[in-house]
């Protein structure tokens, strides 16, 4: 399934969410969010990722009033939330990566109550339209205790949209379903999108940020390491690597492949390539270091080449301090 992104017509937009210097300190000196600075734009789906800790469920708790700031200001729709909290928070949804429900009601009086909590009529419609599109319309009269992991997320996921939220925060939603019901999942995101709905996920699944997600954000430590267009951060950080195995061993490198971004291995029988960018260029100097080899009459037997996906962008980034982003 592929997601097209919109950058043309999100440039335009005020954002629909505004987050400046959100700051989160618990008693005992962690800091989970340290001045944060995020917009996002309407009508985008955006991805959030970092490794556990790093201050993701803090920030979508923070937003959604779940957790009190220590310091900074968020701004959704335009107004200030703070000032203006109970009419901006009957615009917001909140899938919560923890099952929280009542697991003794069934799921149609579930999702209808959901719905009374904010204020609206009932609306037996739409309702009977978000369980279809979730696959839950013939579970309506279950006990939530009764259905699998993968239905009882399905069920937060109806709650949540039972009051027609503009803007719906989804915290790894897909968190212990397989993979058939998480496509689907990504099926139903995808129509949430197409609705006008701004869609912000944090997932463990770097896949799913890499198959539904207009932008990716980054957070290490309580800290936006990164924010960028999905495709640009591909571009920009994407690298190219390749293993020539020689036919014989070389003592050195050949001048013609002096400065290229490329190494010997000690035995002297592989060239490995390390460089270019997400847009191709790697693949070119790949292909002239073949040609050079092929000039200086020195044969290879294989080669192997991995272009980065955006998992290994997200690993250096984290784990190895963002080496990559700084070059």
């Excluded at 693949?283 to 290879?300: C, F, H, P, Q, W």
């Amino acid at each position: 399934m592929a997601f097209c992104t919109c950058e043309h017509i999100y440039a335009a937009m005020e954002p629909i969410l505004d987050i400046r210097g959100l700051t989160k300190t618990y008693p005992g000196g962690l800091t989970a969010l340290d001045a944060v600075d995020l917009q996002i734009r309407q009508g985008e789906i955006f991805a959030l990722l970092g490794p556990n800790g790093a201050g993701k469920t803090t920030l979508i708790g923070a937003v959604c009033g779940l957790v009190r700031p220590t310091g900074g200001e968020i701004y959704a729709f335009g107004e200030n939330m703070r000032e203006h909290w109970r009419g901006l928070r009957a615009r917001i949804g909140l899938v919560p990566q923890e099952l929280a429900t009542d697991m003794f009601e069934p799921v149609l009086r579930s999702v209808r109550h959901s719905r009374g909590l904010f204020g609206l009529p009932a609306d037996p419609d739409r309702i009977e339209e978000i369980l279809r599109s979730l696959s839950l319309w013939d579970k309506r009269d279950a006990q939530i205790r009764n259905l699998s992991g993968g239905m009882k997320r399905r069920v937060l996921i109806a709650k949540a949209m039972a009051h027609d939220p503009d803007l719906l925060f989804l915290d790894e939603p897909t968190a212990g379903v397989d993979v058939e019901l998480r496509r689907d999942m990504w099926k139903q995101i995808a129509e949430m999108r197409a609705r006008g709905t701004t869609v912000i996920l944090t997932t463990h699944y770097i896949e799913e940020a890499e198959e539904m997600a207009d932008r990716v954000g980054i957070i290490r430590q309580g800290k936006i390491v990164m924010v960028d267009e999905k495709d640009a951060m591909m571009k920009r950080l994407g690298r190219t690597e390749a293993r020539v195995t020689l036919s014989q061993p070389l003592t050195q490198l050949p001048d013609g492949l002096s400065g290229r971004s490329v190494t010997l291995s000690d035995d002297g029988l592989t060239l490995c390539y390390r460089g270019g960018d997400g847009a191709g260029q790697g693949k070119a100097e790949v292909a002239e270091l073949t040609k050079t080899l092929t000039r200086s009459g020195i044969d290879y037997v294989a080669i192997e080449t991995h272009e980065s996906s955006l998992e290994d962008i997200f690993v250096d980034l984290v784990e190895n301090g963002g080496g990559r982003a700084a070059a």
